[in-house]
C-alpha cells in the first residue's frame, strides 16, 4: 500500500523564533504542522484527556510535523499561533460565537500578530528588562513557556492543598516570570521581594508592559459599534458542532 502524504502548513510564530536557541527548530520563528485527521478527532473527543486537561496540548503534538519540538517548549504566545492554525486548518476559518447575546463570525485567518520589536534582541535568550516607576527597582524577567505554565499551575494546586482558600495565583505567576531584581537572581529574593516589597501600582503596570510587548497572537475583536473585546474561546473553538 502506497503511502500517504498528509498536506502541512508552516505557521509563522509571533516571537520570530529570537527566544529560542540557534540550535533549536523553533529559532527559525516558523513551526510547520499538518492539517488534522480523524485521529485528532479522536484526541479531541478523549475524555480521558478531557478530564486530566491535556486535550488540546495531545492535539497540537499529534499536529506537529517536527517530532523534536515538544509542545511545552513554546511561549505562550507561540502556542496560541498554532492553536489558532490548527483550528482554521481543522474546521475553517469562520467561528462562531455570542459576544454580548449577538451572534457573530469572526474569521481567524484575519488574526495578527502583535508587533514585536527583535532589534537589539540576542537569538536564544528569553531575557529582558523593565524599570518599576515608583521605586526604580530593575527587574530582569522572560516570557513563559508552556513548560513555565504548568509548573505555575502545580504550585497554585500545592498551595491550594495546604490552604483551600489560598489565591496566590497573581504572586505565583509573577515569581516565575522575574529572573532577578537589581541584580539578585537568587529564587528566595525574588519570592520576598514579589511577596513584600513589590507595590500593587508597580505590579500593575509590569503585567500591562508584559501584555503589551510580549509576542502573541491579537485575539481581539472590535464590534460595530467600535468597541474592542476579547474573543471568547469556548469549547465550540475545537468542537463547532456542540
Excluded: C
Amino acid at each position: 500500500m502506497s503511502e500517504f502524504k498528509f498536506p502541512t502548513e508552516e505557521v509563522e510564530l509571533p516571537s520570530k523564533g529570537i527566544v529560542y536557541p540557534k540550535d533549536h527548530p523553533l529559532s527559525s520563528g516558523k513551526i510547520e504542522i499538518k492539517y488534522m485527521t480523524a485521529r485528532e478527532e479522536d484526541i479531541l473527543s478523549n475524555q480521558s484527556f478531557i478530564q486530566k486537561g491535556t486535550v488540546l496540548d495531545r492535539l497540537m503534538s499529534s499536529l506537529i510535523v517536527n517530532k523534536d519540538i515538544n509542545i511545552d517548549d513554546l511561549i505562550v504566545g507561540d502556542k496560541n499561533a498554532v492553536f489558532v492554525a490548527a483550528r482554521i486548518l481543522g474546521y475553517g476559518k469562520n467561528y462562531e460565537v455570542t459576544i454580548k447575546n449577538q451572534s457573530h463570525t469572526i474569521d481567524l485567518s484575519t488574526l495578527d500578530s502583535k508587533e514585536f520589536d527583535t532589534k537589539e534582541l540576542e537569538q536564544g535568550k528569553n531575557e529582558f528588562s523593565y524599570t518599576l516607576e515608583n521605586t526604580g527597582t530593575v527587574l530582569t524577567y522572560k516570557i513563559l513557556t508552556g513548560r513555565d505554565e504548568k509548573a505555575i499551575e502545580r504550585e497554585i494546586a500545592g498551595l491550594k492543598k495546604i490552604n483551600k482558600e489560598s489565591s496566590a495565583d497573581l504572586t505565583t505567576r509573577l515569581k516565575h516570570m522575574v529572573l532577578s531584581v537589581d541584580g539578585k537572581e537568587e529564587k528566595k529574593d525574588i519570592r520576598n521581594f514579589v511577596d513584600n516589597y513589590l507595590l500593587a501600582r508597580d505590579s500593575r503596570a509590569f503585567r500591562e508592559h508584559i501584555r503589551k510587548t510580549q509576542p502573541d497572537v491579537n485575539l481581539n475583536y472590535i464590534l460595530e459599534n467600535g468597541e474592542e473585546v476579547a474573543i471568547p474561546i469556548g469549547l465550540n473553538f475545537f468542537w463547532p458542532d456542540l
